[in-house]
């Protein structure tokens, strides 16, 4: 029988590598795919727990669910990913409709927990019609790494199989066509233990992986047409593999300001050890994989940056200049209390080298920074919030993602800090930053005016795929469209350009610059373009998006 899937995924992108691996994992094994939950036999969320919200609405999801599998008693129900491994099996307590919970740093087990599943609630069901009872009984099947994932002794087995999840990865192509952008994960969870954060307890301790894995990785993704790869850690730059371990933990943060590239791996003169270092990393792959047009790395820790990987970033023309650093509080009181680690002048002194280093306009190489603010940390003052305010006004964000403060269970700031900022001062100080980013996003896009930008062309816009579907498909439900076998959204009616018009006008694209800025621009024939990296004029800019033109077709 084949069994088909609803997978849904919460969360950063680590979560959306993690859902692809389990995607590829699991179609490998015969499963299908699909997007319609109610068609499905496994129902997966890949979930997060960053804050509150984030799990409500996984909770909500499972609440429906109760009913479903009421009437369709053979569904299995799998909850992945950083909330099974934070709530563990009082999740299932408090939902027993939940078959399968496994955590972030158990995925490999997915198959045979799986299996499992669905081999209990067979078994269930026969019983049911045996004895005409109820299969009230929940069997679940749990893979959570539980404090374990703290102790090295048994981490270096437990990483193996991990490992080779990622190492197998499946460059099937999927229903979406080809994949021109990738995420290629770099370290594993966290030790940094900012007081308000999950991550370091849902995803473990930090491990690098070996750099001649991900080079290889980032190889098999651009034989299989891949352009953009974007690096993934939660402190990415921290990355530092020490040769001759099977993994690295806890690896020690090395300052690294002043020091110079030296070119592949550096060896200690006095340990005879070798060391690949994020800088040497990014090096490697720009210089072993040309086919990546586009390297960048999230999300950066802003103490960690030496200039060593500045220099890497400004001498290697494929990698992006583009920052995530994370400022999280412009006061010093605050980022204390929030074991960041650094102070505000220290925060801005980085981002002024780091401009010193990459920010060239005047060759067209921009450097973007985005940053994330959480407001309303527990004992935030009005003063403090001031500060935090003229940070973000110094900082010049292409964009900030800010956060009301979300209490979260198990963290230190849960245990000794009272959440004593009321909801509606979080809500009227995430608003007011808003606006005030919202400005500097509309100033940092309208300094693209006048300048030629290379864009990584992504699609037809969302706008252009709509006006598509209106014109030509009126009346006939949702709509999918595609061009030349690319799906670009909807399904139920599939019109295809290029089949449905001989000659089609000019058409909306839509794609990034290396500064993960969004442009749109209007092209004939966008199957010319897209997956492409294209000179674009810029004459235009909108808040959050430039317009222009073309300087030469593909
Ligand atoms: N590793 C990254 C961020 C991971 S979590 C870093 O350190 O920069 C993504 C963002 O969620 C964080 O940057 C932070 O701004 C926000 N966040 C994390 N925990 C939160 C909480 N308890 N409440 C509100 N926002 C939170
Ligand atoms: Fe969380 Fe801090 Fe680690 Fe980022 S660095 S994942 S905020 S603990
Ligand atoms: Fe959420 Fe886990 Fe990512 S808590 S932000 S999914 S690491």
Wanted: aromatic residues 6%; neutral net charge; proline residues 5%.
């Amino acid at each position: 029988m084949k069994r088909k899937v609803y997978l849904e995924t919460f969360g950063c992108q680590m979560n959306e590598l993690d859902s692809e691996l389990v995607t590829g994992q699991l179609r490998a094994l015969g499963y299908h795919f699909t997007g319609d939950p109610d068609a499905a036999d496994v129902v997966l969320y890949n979930t997060c727990s960053v804050r509150e919200h984030a799990e409500q609405k996984v909770w909500s999801r499972l609440g429906e669910l109760r009913v479903r599998k009421r009437q369709q008693p053979g569904l299995v129900v799998g909850v992945l990913g950083c909330m099974a491994e934070r709530d563990g099996t009082a999740l299932i307590k408090r939902m027993p409709v939940v078959d399968v919970l496994c955590g972030p740093a158990e995925l490999d087990k997915l198959p045979a927990l799986l299996d499992n599943a669905f081999r209990t609630r067979a078994a269930l069901l026969a019983d049911e019609v045996d004895h005409g009872r109820a299969a009230t009984t929940s069997a679940s099947a749990v893979a959570l790494a539980g404090n374990a994932s703290r102790r090295s002794g048994t981490l270096a087995a437990a990483e193996d199989s991990l490992e080779m999840l990622d190492l197998s990865r499946s460059l099937r192509i999927g229903d979406e066509g080809p994949k021109t952008s990738a995420y290629v994960r770099i370290t594993r969870g966290c030790n940094k233990f900012c007081t308000y954060c999950v991550v370091p307890f849902t995803r473990g301790a930090e491990v690098h992986r070996p750099p001649d894995h991900i080079v290889e990785e980032c190889k098999r993704l651009a034989d299989a047409g891949v352009v953009e790869v974007t690096l993934l850690g939660q402190t990415v730059n921290h990355y530092r593999f020490e040769h001759g371990a099977a993994v690295t933990v806890n690896g020690v943060t090395q300052p690294q300001k002043g020091r110079s590239y030296t070119g592949g791996h550096r060896r200690d003169p006095f340990s005879g050890e070798s060391t690949t270092t994020f800088a040497d990393l990014l090096a490697r792959i720009h210089d072993e994989v040309p086919a990546i047009q586009r390297l960048r790395f999230v999300t950066s820790y802003p103490r960690d940056f030496g200039d060593d990987c500045l220099e890497v970033i400004r001498d290697h023309p494929r990698i992006c200049r583009y920052l995530h650093v994370p400022g999280q509080s412009g006061s010093d009181r605050i980022l204390k209390l929030m074991n960041r680690g650094y102070t505000v002048g220290e925060y801005l002194e980085f981002l002024d080298r780091a401009r010193a280093f990459l920010h060239q306009p005047e060759v067209g190489r921009p450097l973007t920074i985005a940053g994330d603010i959480i407001v309303g940390f527990p004992t935030e003052t009005d003063e403090d919030f001031a500060e935090t305010v003229s940070l973000v006004r110094r900082a010049r964000y292409k964009n900030c993602f800010i956060f009301k403060y979300s209490p979260r269970p198990g963290t230190t700031a849960f245990d000794r800090l009272v959440d004593d900022v009321p909801d509606d001062v979080k809500r009227r100080r995430n608003n007011e930053l808003l606006a005030i980013q919202s400005d500097i996003s509309d100033e940092v896009s309208r300094e693209q005016i006048g300048r030629t930008v290379d864009v990584f062309v992504e699609g037809v816009s969302r706008r252009e795929a709509k006006r598509q579907v209106r014109d030509k498909c009126s009346g006939q439900g949702t709509v999918g469209l595609t061009i030349g076998g690319r799906e670009l959204g909807g399904s139920a009616c599939a019109i295809d350009i290029e089949d449905d018009v001989a000659s089609p006008g000019p058409m909306q694209l839509s794609g990034r610059t290396d500064g993960d800025l969004i442009v749109f621009f209007e092209a004939k024939e966008p199957e010319r373009w897209i997956g492409r990296i294209v000179p674009v004029r810029i004459d235009r800019a909108e808040r959050l998006s430039l317009h222009g033109v073309p300087v030469s077709n593909p």
